[in-house]
């Protein structure tokens, strides 16, 4: 049962199961090295036949910011799901939220009456004016540009 750093001794002859259980506002990612024969995420399965070594990695939750721009006047309001961030026009409400790794989080942007919505920023992480999926696998910020609707 370890916290943070542990050992134990076995006959040499034993096989021991490790289980990783993250803490809450944590992820656990996997086994590292893999070349002791345990991948992915679930219970690892240890023969021991000579000292050995076996990290247990996670990841703690990740940062997601939303930022509202108005370009000549124009608001919006951008919201999440799961639902946990709406951003208004004036980047008032709430703007930011912390998500579990490997999370994908969908915003949808808004525009306020006389506005048009112009699209996101990051463009290569959320191209085009429609919904923008966000993978949380670091802490992101992603902006909302509204304009102003011209008169024509």
């Given at each position: 049962d370890c916290g943070g750093a542990g050992s134990s001794s076995y006959t040499e002859t034993a096989s021991v199961n490790l289980y990783a259980t993250p803490e809450q506002g944590s992820t656990f990612v996997g086994w590292a090295p893999t070349s002791l024969g345990c991948e992915g995420t679930g219970p690892c399965r240890i023969a021991v036949d000579r000292i050995k070594s076996i990290k247990a990695i996670f990841v703690g939750n990740y940062e997601l910011k939303l930022v509202n721009i108005s370009k000549n006047g124009g608001a919006g309001r951008v919201t999440s799901s799961p639902w946990s961030l709406d951003c208004k026009a004036d980047n008032t409400g709430k703007c930011e939220g912390a998500y579990r790794y490997d999370r994908d989080v969908t915003l949808s942007a808004s525009p306020s009456y006389g506005s048009t919505f112009v699209g996101w920023r990051p463009a290569n992480?959320?191209?085009?004016?429609?919904?923008?999926?966000?993978?949380?696998?670091?802490?992101?910020t992603v902006k909302a540009v509204f304009a102003k609707q011209s008169d024509d």
């Amino acid at each position: 049962d370890c916290g943070g750093a542990g050992s134990s001794s076995y006959t040499e002859t034993a096989s021991v199961n490790l289980y990783a259980t993250p803490e809450q506002g944590s992820t656990f990612v996997g086994w590292a090295p893999t070349s002791l024969g345990c991948e992915g995420t679930g219970p690892c399965r240890i023969a021991v036949d000579r000292i050995k070594s076996i990290k247990a990695i996670f990841v703690g939750n990740y940062e997601l910011k939303l930022v509202n721009i108005s370009k000549n006047g124009g608001a919006g309001r951008v919201t999440s799901s799961p639902w946990s961030l709406d951003c208004k026009a004036d980047n008032t409400g709430k703007c930011e939220g912390a998500y579990r790794y490997d999370r994908d989080v969908t915003l949808s942007a808004s525009p306020s009456y006389g506005s048009t919505f112009v699209g996101w920023r990051p463009a290569n992480l959320c191209p085009g004016t429609g919904k923008c999926v966000v993978t949380m696998d670091r802490k992101r910020t992603v902006k909302a540009v509204f304009a102003k609707q011209s008169d024509d």
